[in-house]
Nanobody, 124 residues
Framework: QVQLVESGGGSVQAGGSLRLSCEAS????????MAWFRQVPGKEREGVAA????????FYTDPVKGRFTISEDNDKATVYLQMNGLKPEDTAIYYC?????????????????WGQGTQVTVSS
């Protein structure tokens, strides 16, 4: 099992930036793919970005392409999400997730491990 702890959420104005971090511990050798999802109350959880921790190939969903960048530091077992050009519609709880393979697949059910989430609020 993998434990995931997110940090870095907060409140910013539209156009601002935030950097989220997700530190993994436990059986991290099973987590070849790590990702960020987000969820607004009353709506389904949606994928944001994913990355293979060995090799660094990254995948993004359309709403964040060109604005968000996912990266990883394998030595620190940490994945980051740099969010630039934030919009009010980016407001959500952001979750870190991990699984063994299939980073291109953003189905929530395909991920086995989840963090507790960190709140991101973007004001207009």
């Amino acid at each position: 099992q993998v434990q995931l702890v997110e940090s870095g959420g907060g409140s910013v104005q539209a156009g601002g930036s935030l950097r989220l971090s997700c530190e993994a511990s436990g059986d991290t050798y099973t987590s070849n793919c790590m990702a960020w999802f987000r969820q607004v109350p009353g709506k389904e959880r949606e994928g944001v970005a994913a990355i293979y921790v060995a090799g660094g190939n990254a995948f993004y969903t359309d709403p964040v392409k060109g604005r968000f960048t996912i990266s990883e530091d394998n030595d620190k077992a940490t994945v980051y999400l740099q969010m630039n050009g934030l919009k009010p519609e980016d407001t959500a709880i952001y979750y870190c997730a991990a699984k063994g393979y299939g980073c291109h697949d953003f189905r929530v059910a395909s991920y086995s491990d989840w963090g507790q989430g960190t709140q991101v609020t973007v004001s207009s």
